[in-house]
Nanobody
Framework: QVQLVESGGGSVQAGGSLRLSCAASAYTYCMAWFRQAPGKEREGVARILTGSGNTAYFDSVKGRFTISRDNAKNTLYLQMDSLKPEDTAMYYC?????????????????WGQGTQVTVSS
């Protein structure tokens, strides 16, 4: 079992920045950020592999969001710059503890409770 705890959400004006953090209770093979806006389906935002550091991003956040992690601390980050109102959503951290669990297909086993991000125009 892996427990994930997110922090860092809040309210910001368009064009501003926020940094989300997600602390994992144990080793994870891969981690990702998802988001879900009211009335919309959950969507993957960015993912990262622990070993290689390889990353992937949802098209709408490329060039504005940066995913990273501190392996020593088992902590995942999402730096969000140039925020837009359409980025408003609940953001969730997710993780898999082993390979073959669906990292590249956005299928994750462990989930955090979410942190709200609100961007006003």
């Amino acid at each position: 079992q892996v427990q994930l705890v997110e922090s860092g959400g809040g309210s910001v004006q368009a064009g501003g920045s926020l940094r989300l953090s997600c602390a994992a209770s144990a080793y994870t093979y891969c981690m990702a950020w998802f988001r879900q806006a009211p009335g919309k389906e959950r969507e993957g935002v960015a993912r990262i592999l622990t070993g290689s550091g390889n990353t992937a991003y949802f098209d709408s956040v490329k060039g504005r969001f940066t995913i990273s992690r501190d392996n020593a601390k088992n902590t995942l980050y999402l730096q969000m710059d140039s925020l837009k109102p359409e980025d408003t959503a609940m953001y969730y951290c997710a993780a898999n503890s082993r390979a073959g669990g669906g990292c590249s297909t956005w299928q994750y086993t462990y989930w955090g409770q979410g942190t709200q991000v609100t961007v006003s125009s």
